[in-house]
């Protein structure tokens, strides 16, 4: 219990709130990174699972592939990152790194919503006349939305838990305090770093899904209540 004790004190320090290595500074670098890596992510796997998903064709193959970056470790990939010439752009093969981690659910979830559309209404908006693209954007998609954004949910709570080998990599973030710990023989800060992701990880679980559950609402152009 000491240990405990002992990171509620480190945590509940003013002084360790404040500075360049206080958390208020290494929380937003951690919630920059990822942030950054969510968005990057949904725009190169959504639009590919989107449209695979509305044609039908190579969905499969496509997330096979995908699937194969969740057997290498996030760990590994930076490493191997970091021995290239892209390890000498500062955040850049982190940032890569975790952008690979976070595509296998975008990707996956999105085209496995956009096939589970009924295909009944489907063919009801296709026979009266809709195009392609409008079928995509006014039928398919806000019936996806709620298992797309359950995509984006995991994919950014594994980001938030990932970024933290961004200070291994000489990058910030909450994984600094961490390091810092260790560097220091600081097992209180050491938890203290880790309590703090996993409070982080849950918030961002909470807020998407509140945001999953307004999906349909939003889809039907609809507002809170």
């Not at 191997?80 to 975790?98: M, N």
């Not at 296998?104 to 195009?131: K, Q």
């Not at 560097?183 to 703090?196: D, E, I, K, W, Y």
Request: proline share 5%; aromatic share 6%; with cysteine.
């Amino acid at each position: 219990m000491s240990t405990l004790s002992d990171a509620w004190s480190w945590l509940t320090s003013s002084a360790h709130w404040h500075g360049e290595n206080g958390i208020w500074h290494r929380l937003g670098e951690h919630l920059w990174l990822t942030a950054l890596c969510l968005v990057l992510s949904c725009l190169i796997a959504l639009p590919v699972a989107l449209v695979l998903g509305h044609l039908g064709k190579g969905g499969a193959l496509a997330v096979n592939l995908s699937n194969i970056g969740r057997a290498v470790p996030t760990f590994a990939v930076l490493v191997l990152l970091l021995l290239t010439p892209l390890g000498r752009h500062g955040e850049a093969p982190t940032i890569v790194a975790l952008i690979l981690f976070a595509v296998p659910p975008l990707l996956t979830n999105a085209y496995v919503g956009m096939r589970e559309v009924d295909r009944d209404v489907v063919r009801a908006a296709r026979g009266m006349g809709m195009t392609g693209s409008q079928m995509l954007w006014r039928v398919e998609l806000p019936l996806a939305l709620p298992l797309v954004l359950t995509g984006v949910r995991i994919a950014a709570v594994q980001l938030v838990a990932t970024a933290t080998l961004a200070a291994l990599a000489g990058g910030g973030g909450l994984g600094r305090i961490i390091t810092a710990g260790f560097n220091l023989a600081s097992t209180p800060q050491v938890v203290a770093g880790a309590v703090l992701v996993a409070v982080f990880a849950l918030l961002v679980e909470a807020l998407f899904e509140v945001a999953q559950r307004l999906a349909p609402l939003w889809a039907r152009g609809g507002g809170p209540v």
